[in-house]
């Protein structure tokens, strides 16, 4: 069972988001005083997994927790190209200045978009597991209807560490991916984040980046932060031990004094 972590005083609530034919509803979270920092989720991720995390920087970091229903997502939205318009429209009409923006896996993927179209939004990177380079695929294969076991084994190889799975991230991904359109946009947001193959604009983002990679991440492998590391020009490099894809959930403490160090450093020098 995953260790619950309080994250102190927090606002939250529901915002319309315009979308490509319709309106989507996002959930925000804000919590915590100091430097604006904006988390981005994975595909199968909620605000909560950021917990460990905010719980340990709301001292000194002004948290927003930004989750969209992925797989609720239709047609153009339905797609990274979708998703990444969704988070400018937020960040322009709800954050206004230029922030660091934090995500893991696809919700990285997603922010390596937005500095690379609109560095005027973002201050700093921190990517965690990030795709846009090679990820490997957790729907490939899927029966049409998959069992719950068939779909506790694909999420327990996001993790090293087994003790940071919540079995609720088992229920609900077998719930949604039960349904047709759960499973739909599943594939075509995995679809479209392998296609959008970002090595060859990655040396045009200078925005300073931090990369946290577990060791063991399988998803997202150490060939994957090295690539990040070598083609970006203004990157440093975090190695957690005994670790996967989600270190945020199975080494909270070291990924929180990173990102506090980290945004000492960004904001220092670009002035609060």
């Known amino acids: 069972m995953a260790q619950v972590v309080a994250w102190g005083p927090s606002q939250t ?24 920092v904006v988390f981005l989720h994975g595909l199968v991720g909620l605000n909560d997994h950021w917990r460990k995390v905010i719980g340990r920087i709301s001292d000194g970091i002004q948290s927003t927790l930004f989750e969209l229903p992925l797989l609720d997502l239709k047609g153009a939205d339905c797609s990274i190209q979708g998703v990444t318009d969704l988070t400018i429209a937020f960040l322009e009409e709800h954050v206004k200045t ?23 939004l973002v201050r700093g990177l921190v990517l965690a597991g990030s795709s846009g380079l ?19 084994e694909k999420i327990a ?16 991904a077998h719930q949604v991916l039960n349904t047709k ?13 392998r296609r959008d193959h970002l090595g060859d604009v990655l040396s045009e983002i200078e925005t300073p980046t931090l990369l946290i990679w577990g ?23 975090v190695w957690v031990e005994h670790c996967g894809h989600t270190p945020m959930l ?6 929180s004094d990173a990102l506090l160090a980290f945004a000492d450093r960004v904001y220092d020098k670009h002035g609060a």
Request: net charge neutral.
């Open 13 to 36: 609530r529901s915002i319309s988001i315009p979308g490509s034919s319709t309106d989507t509803q996002a959930r925000v979270i804000q919590c915590g005083q100091g430097y604006g």
């Open 98 to 120: 230029p922030t660091i923006l934090v995500g893991n896996s696809f919700g990285g993927h997603v922010a390596l978009r937005i500095a690379h179209l609109r560095p005027d």
């Open 134 to 152: 090679f990820e490997r695929t957790l729907v490939r294969g899927a029966p049409v209807r998959p069992s719950k076991a068939w779909v506790a």
């Open 157 to 172: 190889e996001l993790f090293y560490d087994k003790s940071a799975l919540d079995e609720c991230d088992i229920d609900r």
């Open 181 to 193: 359109q759960g499973a739909r946009a599943m594939v075509r947001l995995s679809r479209t984040a």
């Open 215 to 237: 060791r063991e991440d399988i998803v997202t492998p150490p060939s994957a932060a090295q690539g990040f590391h070598d083609l970006m020009p203004n990157t440093q490099l």
């Open 250 to 255: 199975e080494a909270p403490q070291v990924f």
